[in-house]
């Protein structure tokens, strides 16, 4: 599995405007429904299950990145959305570091193994310096969709 395969590059937020965790979930959600990509679900109900799911346990990884999700039955097909934050963000981070780049992924909850596989692809390109980095550098939206096309072959339409 590809990251363009997942990610909806319409809504991709490259300078969030939140501070804060839950702000940057609730914000990435609302550019996913402004692109009518959550069908019927309402944010304010997926903005709530992927805080709970926080709260659980963090999605700050480390090294400036964070990746929320949640499988939800209101999700009508699996979607990522890419948030950078020039200041950076407290997310709890296993490493007690603001987080910079967040790939927020909502999936349904009945396909749990295609979940497991955007995780994977996302988590494989995160390991990758160069492709954190320049995520973080990026200015605007078409450098993080140029920094994911490039992450996944150039292949990527």
């Not at 009508?76 to 910079?100: E, H, W």
């Amino acid at each position: 599995m590809k990251l363009s395969d997942i990610i909806c590059f319409d809504a991709i937020v490259a300078q969030l405007t939140a501070t804060d965790r839950n702000t940057a979930i609730e914000e990435l959600i609302n550019a996913l429904h402004k692109k009518k990509k959550l069908g019927k679900a309402d944010p304010k109900v997926l903005a709530h299950a992927v805080i709970q799911r926080e709260d659980e346990a963090s999605t700050g990884i480390g090294k400036g990145v964070a990746v929320p999700h949640v499988k939800h039955p209101d999700v009508p097909r699996m979607v990522a959305v890419v948030g950078c934050s020039a200041a950076g963000i407290d997310f709890s981070s296993l490493d007690k570091q603001p987080v910079y780049t967040i790939f927020l992924l909502l999936s349904p909850t009945s396909n749990p193994d295609k979940h497991l596989q955007a995780m994977e692809a996302i988590f494989k390109n995160l390991q990758n310096d160069d492709f954190r980095r320049f995520l973080r550098q990026a200015q605007n939206a078409q450098e993080i969709i140029e920094t994911i096309k490039d992450s996944d072959g150039g292949m990527a339409e």
